[in-house]
């Protein structure tokens, strides 16, 4: 098998060649407290995308989502979106104010804050201006495929975009990851366009790699989760989700919690893991507005807290139905209410493991 490696891949490398061996990851050697915050979550800052829920890059929350659950004791937080473009203003030069704005605001509400770093799925997949030069072959694809017409993705296999990716989860890992209100960090979908002619199978997989090992480091302290659904063969697949959660020791999960019949977080090709590392991984799946169009509140709330098993659940605020739209963020809210927040919160096994 044919291997890229970056400079921040080299401590996997034997790993990555010998795929049957798992090497645990070794926390250092102090007792780190490993923050554990599950719960429900509410979006109130989604990038790139128009209608309720979502927000025009630039804007800080969405006010009318924060004002909506502020005061509900039974969501233990909010959970924000970012894009790389707005953390690395120039090369080497990192601004996280926008982070630290939310945090503040957080923590004088007595919440906890979820980041999702993005991507893909915005204008030039959301890269800083200095990748789109040809250091990183333009740094980005449109993808012209049937399922992802349209998106934009970086190109994550090459070695240089995984070093500067790289660079960003270190820069955020030491200025964020002591933060008592930070709750978790998590990263864009496994899913991915492959229709681009220089796509590379094996430097994906390296790039997501490489991207746990660092997180594994630079956020002892923090949840990271993985969001997986679609790509990959079962070989891949089983060697991504090992060094995930018994490696790096950090969580999964994925932006759908239950989209359209008869797919569900379940049923899709990373499906399996939830039950195998239920218990042992850290687990968040997402209700986005997709969600909305199908079943209703109870049987979704139900699902990802008795069948999936979810310690962190966020809910993307849709207020309103549509043709399309058949329930609201009002009616999670009306079940959050009467379950009293329900979530597992037993830690798992390997959140317990990174304090050895």
């Not at 049987?299 to 207020?319: Q, R």
Request: contains cysteine; charged residues 25%; proline residues 6%.
């Amino acid at each position: 098998m044919k291997i890229q490696f970056s400079k921040v891949c080299l401590t996997v490398a034997f790993a990555l060649i010998a795929k049957s061996i798992v090497i645990p990851y070794r926390a250092p050697a102090q007792d780190i407290p490993v923050k554990w915050f599950p719960g429900h979550y509410v979006h109130i800052r989604h990038m790139g995308f128009d209608g309720e829920g979502y927000l025009k890059e630039g804007l800080l929350v969405n006010e009318k989502a924060h004002n909506l659950v502020k005061d509900n004791p039974y969501i233990k937080g909010y959970k924000m979106q970012t894009v790389w473009r707005e953390l690395e203003v120039s090369k080497d030069q990192y601004d996280f104010s926008v982070i630290k704005s939310i945090l503040e605001l957080a923590e004088s509400d007595g919440k906890k804050l979820m980041i999702h770093i993005q991507d893909r799925f915005v204008p030039k997949a959301g890269l800083p201006e200095y990748m789109m030069s040809a250091e990183y072959e333009g740094g980005y694809f449109k993808s012209t495929g049937e399922h992802f017409t349209g998106v934009e993705f970086g190109k994550v296999w090459l070695p240089q975009y995984q070093d500067r990716w790289s660079r960003l989860i270190k820069a955020m890992g030491e200025a964020l990851d002591d933060n008592p209100t930070l709750a978790g960090v998590m990263v864009s979908e496994s899913a991915f366009a492959r229709d681009y002619p220089d796509y590379d199978n094996e430097g994906h997989l390296n790039w997501l790699i490489s991207m746990h090992t660092t997180a594994a480091e630079y956020f002892p302290k923090t949840p990271f989760f993985q969001y997986v659904n679609w790509g990959f063969s079962d070989e891949d697949r089983d060697y991504l989700m090992r060094h995930i959660v018994e490696v790096s020791r950090n969580g999964f999960g994925g932006p759908d919690l239950h989209d359209r019949k008869p797919q569900s977080c379940l049923t899709m090709r990373f499906g399996s893991y939830y039950d195998k590392y239920r218990g042992v991984a850290p687990i968040c799946v997402e209700n986005q507005p997709s969600g909305y169009r199908h079943y209703d509140a109870r049987y979704k709330f139900d699902f990802a807290v008795d069948t999936v098993g979810v310690h962190f659940l966020p809910w993307t605020p849709v207020l309103e139905t549509s043709e399309i739209v058949k329930w609201t963020f009002y009616d999670a809210l009306e079940v959050i209410n009467k379950e009293k927040g329900r979530i597992n919160t037993a830690p798992p096994s390997n959140i317990i493991g990174r304090r050895e």
